[in-house]
């Protein structure tokens, strides 16, 4: 297995496979990689001859406000991870590689300021003023933005995201469409704990007594989906019902129903739609989503 820091390396690297006619899959990552990661690595491994992933703490999705900062680095552990899934190649570029505005050894604020000075996606309003986007303003932009720059350097054949930022991968389906672009996106299901608990990078922010408290979060999805099988699409019945599971302790941020391929609102639960949840554990943020039919 490679690791490569730099985008010459890594582009010369990949045009010499693709010269071979090899399948190259891509797994887009931000590090601290666990079983949900793995699980798109092992993925990308079954389909494609290549398989890259990139380990790259990316500065423009983060607010001034957010953990970019705190964001766990373990490129260590990232590293035999990537290993035990039969990666080929790790991309670990640093931020000023990625950014040539990016300042070593600058500021959080200064290093923020970087979404000023490159040029940078915008995604649709249509996209961004509903669920993750309400609260996180500019964080899809940087999303794109880094996963355009990593589409242009990689060139892949196939990339995989998880099902778990739903939102994310909408908007990076409808990116791809807009753009004309032959690259095919993947979304690959949420890999749970035993409790129903969604991996997630934050998860080890929270306590244990916390995580017991975040498993009733996916136990509110259950509740909604049964009770939608069982008969009742009316969005406002199932959430009053379903609420009833979740920890006291949690405050939701939002509880909706998408469509899959629009994120337009549903008035009601229906096929090709999908419930999606933002909630707070202590000051942990996790989301979570069923995706119906």
Known sequence: ????????????????H??????VGLVPTMGALHKGHKSLME????????VVVSVFVNPTQFGPNEDYDK????????????????????????????????????TL???????????IIKVPEKYTNRLCGKTRPGHF?????????????????????????????IIIKNMCKSMNSDIKIQGCPIVR??????????????????????????KVLSKAVMLFKNGNNN????????????????????????????????EKIRHNSFIAIAAKVGNVRLIDNVIIG
Do not use: W
């Not at 035990?84 to 990625?98: Q, T, Y």
């Not at 990689?154 to 930022?165: E, N």
């Open 18 to 23: 693709k010269l071979n006619n090899k399948k």
């Open 193 to 218: 704990e035993e409790s129903g608990l969604a991996l997630s990078s934050r998860n080890s922010y929270l306590s244990e007594v916390e995580k017991v408290k975040a498993s009733t979060i996916f």
């Open 141 to 169: 932009d940087g999303v794109c933005t880094i996963v355009s720059k990593l589409f242009a350097i990689v060139k892949p054949d196939v990339a995989y995201f998880g099902q778990k930022d739903i939102q994310q991968l």
């Open 109 to 119: 604020k200064e290093n923020l300021q970087v979404k000023e000075n490159s040029y």
């Open 71 to 106: 964001y766990p680095r373990v490129f260590d552990k990232d590293i035999e991870l990537c290993e035990s899934a039969g990666v080929d190649i790790i991309f670990h570029p640093e931020p000023e590689e990625m950014y040539p505005d990016f300042k070593k050894g600058g």
């Open 43 to 50: 993925c990308a491994r079954k389909e494609c001859d290549i």
């Open 235 to 266: 969005k406002k019945d199932v959430f009053e019902e379903s609420l009833k599971l979740l920890d006291k302790d949690i405050n939701i941020e939002y509880l909706e129903v998408c469509d899959c391929n629009t994120l337009d609102y549903c």
């Open 1 to 16: 297995m490679q690791v490569i820091s730099t985008v010459r390396e890594l582009n010369e690297t990949v045009k010499q």
